[in-house]
């Protein structure tokens, strides 16, 4: 079972849909309990970084998380997860877990276009990722294909821990982390059957470790 982390984030029931879809047993969840008995967790997540680390530490579930990380808990995070599990966010000016070294900026007003013009904020809609080290979740996903991004802010992690990036005005990190502990800042359950099958690959790794 595939414990997704309920910290009053949005975007928890989509995922849940899409691993109904797919077959993968999950649940919806903020007890310490599943999230240990589960054979991984999916940190997914939309909403501002501040609000989300309140209630991540007035719950626990902080402190559960890395926990369960150092005992080697599989783990992905999407989105505001994947911003979250590094040291801090230009977002509210938050400290946040630390999980992973590295922090979260803003795009830069300024920052243009391929054609010149300047970027909206927030990045929305399709793009893709190049792959710059070998990711087992994107096993058997086309090169070409393409995925769904809704944010202002995106990761910076160490760079031995960046695994692919996207370009909106430059290029920034989009997957990052190490095998077992895995974040991406676009959202693979609105991203069709690349996404779906990343999430399929991350269930595989769960069963299988």
């Known amino acids: 079972?595939?414990?997704?982390?309920?910290?009053?984030?949005?975007?928890?029931?989509?995922v849940k849909r899409a691993l109904d879809h797919e077959g993968i047993p999950c649940r919806?969840?903020?007890?310490?309990?599943t999230l240990a008995q589960s054979q991984g967790i999916i940190f997914p997540?939309?909403?501002?970084?501040?609000?989300?680390?309140?209630?991540?530490?007035?719950?626990?579930l902080d402190n559960t998380l890395k926990d369960l990380i150092s005992m080697g808990k599989p783990m992905l995070g999407i989105c505001l997860g994947c911003q979250i599990i590094l040291d801090k966010s230009m977002e509210n000016s938050a400290t946040t877990l630390?999980?992973?070294?590295?922090?979260?900026?803003?795009?830069?007003n300024?920052?243009?276009?391929?054609h010149g013009d300047p970027i909206n904020i927030?990045?929305?809609?399709?793009?893709?990722?190049?792959?710059?080290?070998?990711?087992?979740?994107?096993?058997d996903v086309p090169q070409e294909a393409e995925f769904y991004f809704v944010h202002s802010y995106y990761p910076t992690p160490r760079k031995d821990l960046v695994i692919?990036?996207?370009?909106?005005?430059?290029?920034?990190?989009?997957?990052?982390?190490?095998?077992?502990?895995?974040?991406?800042?676009?959202?693979?359950?609105k991203s069709g059957r690349p996404g779906l099958k990343i999430l399929n690959n991350f269930y595989r790794y769960c069963r299988t470790t």
């Open 1 to 14: 079972m595939i414990a997704i982390l309920n910290y009053r984030a949005g975007n928890l029931t989509s």
């Open 98 to 108: 630390s999980i992973l070294e590295g922090s979260c900026l803003r795009f830069d």
């Open 45 to 60: 997540g939309v909403g501002a970084a501040g609000s989300a680390m309140n209630n991540l530490r007035e719950t626990g």
């Open 164 to 189: 692919g990036l996207t370009n909106y005005g430059l290029d920034f990190c989009s997957v990052f982390g190490r095998p077992g502990l895995w974040a991406m800042q676009f959202h693979p359950e």
């Open 28 to 33: 919806i969840t903020d007890d310490a309990q």
């Open 122 to 139: 927030p990045h929305m809609g399709w793009n893709s990722v190049n792959l710059v080290q070998e990711c087992e979740l994107f096993r």
């Open 110 to 114: 300024e920052l243009i276009d391929e």
